[in-house]
């Protein structure tokens, strides 16, 4: 199957999203219902963030299920009767497989997303449990860095997706990493040359508005994930500072980085060794030279937990995570004008790409 074809063929799966389908990202402890529903609610594709701890997630899933009840998802009312439109992103290195399995059966999300194995083939119980029982209803997504990853998860487990995720994302990914734009199209030659070229791509990473949507079109994604812009949506479960120092950033690719400090400081030291987090640079990263964190680092981030939205203020010691992009980000907006804004930005770009064609 070409690429356009199967690209065209992932809107099938999940027939409420509008083109292009915009995909928020499952970032742990933001993205719980709220703003998965109001993001499928608006044509795209909301997911949940279940990370390490699924302990909580049938509580999630169950107030999804209860909004779609109350109000449904247009176009969505059929395919809700056998799965939620909606997913859900779990963690795998820390996640633990019986508990969510139980969630997934019971509520069957239209997909869920792995991410972070301690090793690939870590995913081959999970994926295959998963389809077994919820009967291939419940739609595999598997999120890479690279296209080494892409095309051993590709053989192991032939996922239904796969997202594509750039070195500019916030949060976790690889500490090593190709931006997006040579990544895309590097792991798509790669899956069409191993005759896994059926297998849809979501880009990722730096990904906030839509002009970088409209790139990751035209590379060839099937459709784009965003998650930083969506920390300055009213949905997202997220303290008031931690908006506000998204806010104030600019010029991401100085103001961020890909660390280890931030996990250490906040105490989820459980990440495979090549995985990083990407956050705004603070007081407690400058603290520690060379990657060292301190116990007077540690007392320090502890006392700025206290503080509340303050931690976070300029000079503020508290994480934030997020991408390269952030500086494009203006205002606090409902997911729905989010999603409004980046499709008429699409339509404009691409509108001034066929004016200058007709000028040639």
């Given at each position: 199957m070409e690429r356009s074809v199967?690209?065209?063929?992932?809107?099938?799966?999940?027939?409420?999203t509008q083109r292009p389908i915009i995909v928020s990202?499952?970032?742990?402890?933001?993205?719980?219902?709220?703003?998965?529903?109001?993001?499928?609610?608006?044509?795209?594709f909301g997911f949940i963030g279940a990370g390490t701890d699924v302990r909580d997630l049938e509580s999630h899933l169950q107030e999804v299920s209860d909004t779609i009840k109350k109000e449904p998802i247009e176009s969505a009312a059929a395919l809700s009767k056998e799965t939620l439109p909606i997913g859900v992103g779990f963690i795998n290195w820390g996640a633990d497989i019986d508990l969510a399995l139980r969630a997934i059966e019971r509520y069957r999300p239209s997909a869920v997303w792995f991410f972070a194995p301690h090793q690939n083939a870590d995913l081959v119980p999970w994926t295959n449990a998963v389809r077994k029982s919820t009967y291939g209803m419940t739609k595999i997504w598997i999120q890479v860095g690279s296209v080494?990853?892409?095309l051993e998860v590709a053989e192991l487990c032939r996922p239904d997706v796969i997202v594509t995720q750039g070195s500019d994302a916030g949060g976790h990914g690889l500490e090593r990493g190709a931006g997006i734009i040579s990544l895309l199209p590097e792991v798509a030659d790669a899956l069409t040359d191993a005759g896994h070229g059926n297998i849809p791509l979501v880009a990722g990473g730096g990904v906030v508005e839509g002009r970088g949507v409209s790139a990751c079109l035209r590379l060839g994604a099937a459709g784009v994930c965003i998650g930083t812009r969506f920390l300055a949506s009213t949905e997202a479960q997220i303290a008031r500072g931690y908006q506000e120092a998204v806010l104030r950033s600019t010029d991401g690719g100085l103001s961020t980085v890909r660390s280890k400090v931030y996990d250490i400081l906040r105490g989820t030291t459980g990440w495979p060794a090549r995985i990083g987090g990407r956050g705004i640079i603070n007081q407690s990263f400058l603290d520690a030279e060379g990657g060292v964190v301190t116990e007077e680092n540690k007392q320090a981030y502890a006392e700025a937990l206290k503080q509340g939205d303050l931690g976070w203020s300029s000079g503020g010691r508290l994480t934030a995570y997020a991408g390269t992009g952030v500086g494009l980000i203006k205002a606090i907006q409902p997911a729905k004008e989010i999603l409004f804004q980046i499709r008429q930005q699409v339509e404009d770009v691409e509108a001034a790409m066929v004016n200058r064609r007709s000028k040639i």
């Open positions: 199967c690209n065209t063929s992932l809107q099938l799966d999940y027939p409420w990202a499952p970032m742990r402890l933001i993205a719980l219902a709220p703003l998965a529903v109001a993001v499928s609610r608006a044509g795209g080494y990853d892409a």
